[in-house]
């Protein structure tokens, strides 16, 4: 059973940059693709970002492109996502999701941790 | 991107009987989609993937169904447990969600 715990979140000023963390247990966290998606209040889910199991391929919405880095630290069982030049489109709760197999379903996610850019 | 559209907004039904949700794509996804449940303050849980696999532990009351651009959630006798927000997603082209439908107790 994979239990993914995100952190991180926060009320924060435009233009400054935030780094959110995805910890994961109960999996093999070094075998598993994880990705960043995202919800503001009152929208749908939105996908932003996934990195691949040895974190050497990252890929992004072409919303966020440029504005958000993926990365992972198998050692520790984490993932990250640093969002740099924050601004109101950013506000949203964020969550890590497993991937369950290759451009499959996510089968894990965890709780979220919201972000409020707010001046 | 494929647009993911969901109905109804909001569907009320006593518990004990069938809930039916839609969810339509902009264009064909083959199989890949999946349906989530998603109750306030907790995390999403996959319900269905493929179209029609149950995820594992789901109860054999919720079924998918369709492919291509037309795919249905139906849960065949709702309990308690099952008011929660529902939502579609594809994976066959990236990944796009649908809005969700909330599923409330009549």
């Known amino acids: 059973q994979v239990h993914l715990v995100e952190s991180g979140g926060g009320v924060v000023q435009p233009g400054t940059s935030l780094r959110l963390s995805c910890a994961a247990s109960g999996v093999t966290f070094s075998t598993s693709v994880i990705h960043w998606v995202r919800q503001a209040p009152g929208k749908r889910m939105e996908w932003v970002a996934v990195?691949?199991?040895?974190?050497?391929?990252?890929y992004y919405a072409d919303s966020v492109k440029g504005r958000l880095t993926i990365s992972r630290d198998n050692s520790e069982n984490t993932l990250y996502l640093q969002i740099s030049s924050l601004g109101d489109e950013d506000t949203a709760m964020y969550y890590c999701?497993?991937?369950?197999?290759?451009?499959?379903?996510?089968?894990?996610w965890g709780q979220g941790t919201l972000v409020t850019v707010c001046s | 991107e494929i647009v993911m559209t969901q109905s109804p907004a909001t569907l009320s039904v006593f518990p004990g009987e069938r809930a039916t949700l839609s969810c339509r794509a902009s264009?064909?996804?083959?199989?890949?989609l999946a349906w989530y449940q998603h109750k306030p303050g907790q995390a999403p849980r996959l319900l269905i993937y493929?179209?029609?696999t149950r995820a594992s532990g789901i109860p054999a009351r919720f079924s998918g169904s369709g492919s291509g651009t037309e795919f249905t959630l139906t849960i065949s006798s709702l309990q308690s447990e099952d008011f929660a927000v529902y939502f579609c997603?594809?994976?066959?082209?990236?990944?796009?969600f649908g809005q969700g439908t909330k599923l409330e107790i009549k």
């Open positions: 990195i691949s199991t040895d974190g050497n391929g990252k």
């Open positions: 997603q594809q994976y066959n082209n990236r990944y796009t």
């Open positions: 999701a497993r991937e369950r197999a290759v451009t499959d379903a996510f089968d894990g």
């Open positions: 264009q064909s996804v083959s199989s890949k």
């Open positions: 493929g179209a029609s």
